[in-house]
């Protein structure tokens, strides 16, 4: 925090208040660093903007890949990068979930960074195999009822959304499921058309090319309403489970410090690009939904997301290990 008051007390010192560096920004291509590696679901939200995001801003954005101990790499870097506006940050669920997975963490969300605005948010679907004897999350939760911690489910790894997803899930149903990690959704996604693990609880996208390969049944959508991509699967509410959100999201911060002024010029161009039917488009394709909260709202969004799942995290005895 010091360091950046001596970078933003700098600028002062040359006769650029607040106001004025403000009116000055932005002057050279602006850096979004991802913590994610290409074609993420946090990369897909950038690059969808990438092209449009100039026209509002005057300048280029560079995406900067981060990927690397489930994000933790990418947003340290966003923590540590100057407060001069030049350098954006991708957050997600697992950014907000990672300081409860580990004893410590090398940034503080409300510490380090000002919420801009939140892109996207993702309504995962549950899968079962074919073959399970489940077609219904009501069949699910009976079958696994009777075989107490024998059916599997898969993630892409420890703490993970799908991971946590799944634990919230099966608290809430009261049954026990034995977790199968692996690197990612897709892979396990793979191993369940294969009939490897029972249950897995995968992003619409890869959900939507689990189902297009078949060997697998969609149970429920953890989403407010029906999605039209997939119109004969019930909601989790529909399911029987009303006030269970398992969505993941996508957002853009900044280092504690950025000017207000320029923190409000982002959010409009950000805005003003969400609204972009090319860019709606293209993040619908990766199986997204454009947000658009921003501002106070989505500060308080990101904490309260921090602490529901801490919860879950707590009460599962969940770790990143």
Do not use: C
């Not at 693990?197 to 959900?207: F, I, K, P, Q, T």
Request: hydrophobic share 50%; charged share 15%; glycine share 12%.
């Amino acid at each position: 925090m010091q360091r950046r008051q001596l970078i933003v007390g700098a600028g002062l010192g040359l006769g650029l208040g607040p106001l004025a560096f403000a009116q000055e920004w932005p002057d050279r291509a602006i850096r979004v660093i991802v913590p994610g590696g290409p074609g993420s679901p946090a990369d897909v939200a950038i690059r969808a903007m990438q092209d449009v995001l100039p026209k509002h801003l005057g300048q280029a954005i560079v995406v900067d890949n981060r990927a690397g101990g489930q994000g933790i790499i990418g947003v340290e870097a966003v923590a540590k990068s100057p407060a001069d506006g030049y350098t954006l940050g991708l957050i997600n669920l697992q950014t907000a979930v990672a300081p409860a997975l580990r004893a410590k963490t090398p940034f503080d969300l409300q510490r380090d960074f000002v919420p801009v605005v939140q892109l996207t948010s993702e309504s995962p679907v549950l899968l079962a195999r074919e073959g399970l004897g489940a077609r219904t999350l009501a069949e699910l939760v009976a079958l696994a009822k009777k075989q107490p911690g024998q059916l599997t489910f898969g993630s892409a790894g420890a703490g993970t959304p799908s991971h946590l997803g799944m634990a919230l899930l099966q608290r809430a149903a009261g049954i026990e499921m034995r977790h199968v990690p692996y690197r990612t959704v897709a892979s396990a996604v793979t191993d369940l058309a294969g009939g490897t693990v029972d249950v897995v609880l995968a992003g619409s996208a890869a959900a939507q090319q689990g189902l297009n390969g078949g060997r697998m049944v969609p149970l429920a959508l953890s989403a407010p309403q029906r999605k039209a991509s997939f119109p004969s699967v019930p909601t989790l509410a529909e399911a029987g489970f009303p006030g269970i959100d398992l969505r993941g999201w996508t957002g853009i911060v900044v280092p504690t410090g950025v000017p207000a002024a320029v923190t409000a010029k982002l959010a409009k161009a950000f805005a003003a690009a969400l609204t972009q039917p090319a860019v709606i488009a293209r993040i619908e394709t990766s199986g997204a939904e454009v947000s658009g909260v921003a501002g106070a709202a989505f500060q308080a969004f990101v904490q309260s997301e921090a602490q529901r799942w801490r919860k879950v995290v707590v009460d599962a005895k969940i770790t990143a290990d």
